[in-house]
């Protein structure tokens, strides 16, 4: 089974800009998707931005715009950029992978079978 390691969490102050990595220990296996996602203490986990199936992008509305999700097949490395840091995006960022069927879900942690450790990302002047 693939194993996916995140790096890259530090401690920003608001409005400043991070970079996660995500390595997996092979390719993304054929037809699966790859998110990033968050989860604070005491809230759910939530999807941040992801790549459907390989190629179709897509990010929840709080962070359009701010946030890039990439990847470099090549590596076997999913990134997500994230710049103009809140406070409120303060948490530990997860990245997954999973047999997403639909675009639509391709924020749901549900259907994501293979997750990575977490790496903590904190937002605070």
């Known amino acids: 089974q693939v194993q996916l390691v995140e790096s890259g969490g530090d401690s920003v102050e608001p409005g400043g800009s991070l970079r996660l990595s995500c390595a997996a220990s092979?390719?993304?296996?054929?037809?699966?998707?790859m998110g990033w996602f968050r989860q604070a203490p005491g809230k759910d986990r939530e999807g941040v931005a992801g790549?459907?199936?390989?190629?179709?992008?897509r990010y929840a509305d709080s962070v359009s715009g701010r946030f890039t999700v990439s990847q470099d097949n090549a590596k076997n490395t999913l990134y997500l950029q994230m710049n103009n840091l809140k406070p409120e995006e303060t948490a530990t960022y997860f990245c997954?992978?999973?047999?997403?069927?639909?675009?639509?879900?391709?924020?749901?942690?549900?259907?994501?079978?293979?997750w990575g450790q977490g790496t903590q990302v904190t937002v605070s002047s």
């Open positions: 997954a992978t999973g047999p997403v069927s639909r675009y639509d879900d391709t924020l749901v942690p549900t259907f994501y079978d293979t």
């Open positions: 790549i459907y199936k390989g190629s179709l992008l």
């Open positions: 092979e390719n993304r296996q054929r037809g699966y998707s």
